[in-house]
């Protein structure tokens, strides 16, 4: 599983980083036409993600990336974010056609201790070259929160 100071190295790790804004990505973010992110060949950041809001159709968002190699021992997928006051993390969950292969509850970790949680991410060790699915989600009720922070996407491929 990659650790969380192996993620923080591989997203900060210089000419393999690209950044996008979020609300540029063609797609809808829906499940059928989700956001865009390409081929990735180390660490895309889709920075500026809108919050993941309480009502059907809104408490969830879908990313579409493809790898060309069997994803090395640091590799992960999710949303960095920062939590603060009554809101919800975004939780991650990653699919293979219409199977889901991962989910935030059983494979996830979480970066950041305490009440400073700065995200939640699913390891890709030995996830083998193909095209995937990450959906990220607002688990809580709506009763106890209403929001997400505003986030980013992450995929480090190494």
């Not at 069997?70 to 809101?87: D, H, K, V, W």
Request: hydrophobic share 35%; proline share 5%.
């Amino acid at each position: 599983m990659a650790s969380a100071s192996a993620l923080a190295s591989a997203e900060t790790s210089g000419a393999s980083v690209t950044m996008v804004n979020c609300r540029s990505l063609s797609g809808s973010g829906s499940y059928s036409n989700p956001l865009r992110l390409g081929t990735v060949r180390g660490t895309v950041v889709a920075v500026g993600c809108p919050p993941l809001t309480s009502g059907a159709g809104y408490n969830h968002r879908y990313f579409i990336f493809s790898t060309v190699r069997t994803a090395g021992r640091n590799s992960a997928a999710g949303a960095r974010f920062q939590l603060s006051g009554n809101l919800s993390a975004v939780h991650p969950r990653l699919a293979s056609g219409p199977v889901t292969v991962l989910r935030s509850l059983q494979h996830g970790f979480w970066t950041g201790s305490g009440s400073n949680l700065t995200g939640r991410y699913l390891p890709l060790a030995g996830l083998n070259r193909g095209t995937y699915r990450l959906g990220v989600e607002k688990l809580r009720s709506p009763l106890s929160s209403l929001s997400t922070p505003w986030f980013d996407a992450v995929v480090v491929i190494n």
